[in-house]
């Protein structure tokens, strides 16, 4: 089983960004599928972003993004490093919850909680007004 563990979230101004990195221990991250979730307060987790284990691809799409998201939000791996990142830019007050990482030894990447076999602890993010 993959331990996933998150880091980068804390306190930003509206307009403001960061990087959150999860790396993996375990195993090696290169075989899976791995996403970003968050959860604010009251709210279900939601899926933001996923990425498949290789990048290398010309002819698909090699990632897939929530529209509350896409142009704002990027997701990276660099399985070298055993570690996948979510880039957050344009922070809104409503960005505020606690992202998580999750991964998937699947094939396709899935938007649904149920989708992902292992999970970080998260890390939370604040976005102030």
């Known amino acids: 089983q993959v331990q996933l563990l998150e880091s980068g979230g804390g306190p930003v101004q509206t307009g403001g960004s960061l990087k959150l990195s999860c790396v993996a221990s375990g195993r090696p991250i290169r075989r899976y599928i791995m996403a970003w979730f968050r959860q604010a307060p009251g709210k279900e987790r939601e899926f933001l972003a996923g990425i498949l284990r290789n990048t290398d691809f010309v002819t698909i799409d090699t990632t897939k993004y929530a529209d509350s998201v896409k142009g704002r939000f990027t997701i990276s791996r660099d399985n070298t490093k055993d570690t996948v990142y979510l880039e957050l830019n344009s922070l809104k007050p409503e960005d505020t919850a606690v992202y998580y990482c999750?991964?998937?030894?699947?094939?396709?990447?899935?938007?649904?909680?149920?989708?992902?076999?292992?999970w970080g602890p998260g890390t939370p993010v604040t976005v102030a007004a």
């Open positions: 999750a991964a998937d030894s699947g094939y396709v990447i899935q938007t649904a909680v149920t989708g992902y076999e292992a």
